[in-house]
């Protein structure tokens, strides 16, 4: 069994900050990726930055330069800045395993920004 459990989610003002935590327990093997995806109501749910092995990070268009994700060992952070309105929505954490493949998720926290 694989748990990621998710915090930091809330009401924010536009143009305020958040910072969302993820920590994986469980099973233990490599994990390839992880990162964060995001779900507004009504749409689908779409990536929003992920962090590899190695480092290396990938953002969405909408969020580069505002949402910076980082890592240690088993847990996963996304730092939210200038948030906007238009980052309300439901966020996922997710951790993908190295082999054989597979993409475990949290259960989701809710981001609230107002204007």
């Known amino acids: 069994q694989v748990y990621l459990a998710e915090s930091g989610g809330g009401l924010v003002q536009a143009g305020g900050s958040l910072r969302l935590s993820c920590a994986k327990s469980g099973s233990s093997f490599v994990i390839e990726n992880m990162g964060w995806y995001r779900r507004e109501e009504g749409k689908e749910r779409e990536l929003v930055a992920t962090?590899?092995?190695?480092?290396s990070t990938h953002y969405a268009d909408s969020v580069n330069g505002r949402f910076t994700v980082s890592r240690d060992n088993n847990k996963v952070y996304l730092q939210m800045n200038a948030l906007k309105p238009e980052d309300t929505a439901v966020y996922y954490c997710?951790?993908?395993?190295?082999?054989?493949?597979?993409?475990?998720w949290g259960q989701g926290t809710q981001v609230t920004v107002y204007s």
């Open positions: 997710y951790v993908r395993r190295w082999r054989p493949p597979l993409d475990y």
């Open positions: 962090i590899s092995r190695g480092g």
